[in-house]
C-alpha cells in the first residue's frame, strides 16, 4: 500500500499488506527519491524477493510501480480499482498489521532509460528531439502556486521548465476508479506525439503525478522512450540557478504551510484519485474481472490561525481559486488483464 500517512492503513487494508509511506519511506526530506542501498532495505524489510508479486495501490501506486520497475524487479502491478470497491465487493482487508519474514535482496542499478536527472531535463531545454511533459495543473505551470496545495515555497520559485508542454494528468480514472479506456487516455494526451520517436520526460512535484503520466504512455498506450524526472519542481524549483519560465508575477512574503503541503501534495488540483489498476506490458488489451483504492487526507498540522493568514494571502494572489473536493464511492471495478 503506497500512501502518505499510516492513518488509512492502520483503519484497515487488503489483507497481507505492508506500508509504503511516500513520504519517509519512498522520499527524503528534501523530496529526494530513496537510493537503491534504501530501497533493498525496504524491500527486504517487507519480505519482498526477486521472485515476489508486487501489487501497489492507494495514494500513489504508479511511483511504487516506477520505483520497482527502476530497480529492476521483475513482476509489479497496480491494482485495478479503488480501495473501497475492493472491500464492497467482499475481497479480504483486516486491521491487523502483516507480519512477514525478512528478506535479503541485492537490487541491480538504477535504469538510466526510466529516469531522468536535473542535468537531462536541462539538456532537453528547447532540444527538438525530446519533449518536456509538465504534467501540474495550470496554476503551478503558470507560477501561481508552487506546491498543488496553493502554497508557495519560501526557499522556492513558481512556474515551469522553458520550452516544457502543459498536458496536465488531471484524472486519467472512470467512475469505478479503473483507468480510461485506451481511445480516452489518448484524447486525454493530445498533446503528445503518442506515435512519434521522440523521448518524453515527465514531471510534476515530487514524481508521484510524473510515474502515473509514465505509466499510462508506456504500460497502457505503449509509447516508448518516456522517462520520469522525480526530483521534478521540488528540486528544480528550488535550484537557485535553473530557469525558470513563468506568466503569473512572483509574490514574496509568502509563508509556507507544511501541513496544508503535505496534505495534497502531488494531488492535481489536491484532488482525490482514485487509486487503480493493473500490470506489466500488455496492460493496454483485455480486461477481466478481479479486485479495487480511494484516497486519504492527513489532517492538517500547524496553528489554525496561521492556516488562516496564508489561505487569506492565497485568495489575494489568485481570487476565487478555493480546490475541489472529492471523495470516492465504494463501486465494484473490472481490472485489466496483463497476459
Same mark, same amino acid.
Given at each position: ?38 530501497? @533493498? ?5 517487507? #519480505? %519482498? +524477493?526477486?521472485?515476489? $508479486? !508486487? ?22 502491478? %497496480? ?41 537531462? !531535463? ?29 502554497? *508557495? ?15 496536465? %494528468? ?9 483507468? /480510461? ?5 489518448? =484524447? ?6 503518442? +506515435?512519434?520517436?521522440?523521448?518524453? %520526460? ?15 504512455? $508506456? @504500460? ?16 528544480? #524549483? =528550488? ?13 514574496? +512574503?509568502?509563508?509556507? *504551510?507544511?501541513? /496544508? ?7 492535481? #488540483? ?19 474481472? @478481479? ?8 489532517? *492538517? ?12 494571502? @492565497? =485568495? ?6 478555493? /480546490? ?16
Amino acid at each position: 500500500m503506497v500512501d502518505v500517512s499510516a492513518a488509512s492503513f492502520d483503519d484497515w487494508h487488503i489483507d497481507g499488506a505492508v506500508l509504503w509511506n511516500v513520504y519517509t519511506d519512498l522520499k527524503d526530506a528534501d523530496y529526494h527519491t530513496i537510493d537503491p542501498a534504501a530501497m @533493498q532495505q525496504l524491500l527486504s524489510r517487507c #519480505g %519482498i +524477493g526477486p521472485d515476489t $508479486t !508486487v501489487v501497489c495501490y492507494r495514494y500513489s501506486p504508479a511511483l511504487g510501480f516506477w520505483l520497482l520497475t527502476l530497480f529492476g524487479h521483475a513482476d509489479v502491478r %497496480i491494482l485495478d480499482c479503488s480501495r473501497a470497491a475492493w472491500r464492497a465487493g467482499g475481497y479480504p482487508w483486516s486491521t491487523a498489521p502483516s507480519r512477514l519474514p525478512g528478506t535479503s535482496y541485492r537490487l541491480g542499478n538504477p535504469d538510466p532509460r526510466l529516469r531522468a536527472t536535473r542535468m537531462d !531535463v536541462h539538456d532537453a531545454i528547447d532540444d527538438p528531439g525530446t519533449t518536456l511533459l509538465d504534467v501540474r495543473s495550470r496554476p503551478e505551470y503558470d507560477g501561481e502556486r508552487f506546491w498543488p496545495s496553493g502554497a *508557495m515555497d519560501p526557499h522556492g520559485r513558481a512556474g515551469h521548465v522553458p520550452s516544457a508542454v502543459h498536458q496536465p %494528468i488531471e484524472d486519467p480514472y472512470d467512475s469505478r476508479g479503473a483507468f /480510461l479506456p485506451a481511445d480516452e487516455l489518448r =484524447r486525454a494526451f493530445s498533446s503528445v506525439d503518442l +506515435g512519434g520517436t521522440g523521448e518524453l %520526460i515527465t514531471y510534476c512535484t515530487i514524481g508521484g503525478r510524473a510515474a502515473t503520466a509514465w505509466f499510462v504512455l $508506456t @504500460q497502457l498506450l505503449a509509447r516508448d522512450r518516456v522517462r520520469v524526472y522525480d526530483g521534478s519542481w521540488a528540486e528544480w #524549483g =528550488r535550484t537557485p540557478d535553473t530557469p525558470v519560465g513563468t506568466t503569473h508575477p512572483q509574490p514574496t +512574503g509568502v509563508t509556507a *504551510m507544511p501541513g /496544508l503541503i503535505r496534505m495534497s501534495l502531488d494531488t492535481p #488540483g489536491a484532488r482525490r484519485l482514485p487509486r487503480v489498476v493493473v500490470l506489466g506490458e500488455a496492460a493496454h488489451r483485455a480486461r477481466t474481472p @478481479q479486485p479495487p483504492g480511494t484516497h486519504c487526507r492527513p489532517a *492538517m498540522r500547524g496553528p489554525r490561525r496561521r492556516r488562516y493568514r496564508v489561505r487569506r494571502r @492565497q =485568495r489575494r494572489i489568485k481570487p476565487g481559486s478555493a /480546490l475541489g473536493n472529492r471523495t470516492d464511492s465504494s463501486r465494484t471495478c473490472a481490472p485489466w488483464n496483463v497476459g
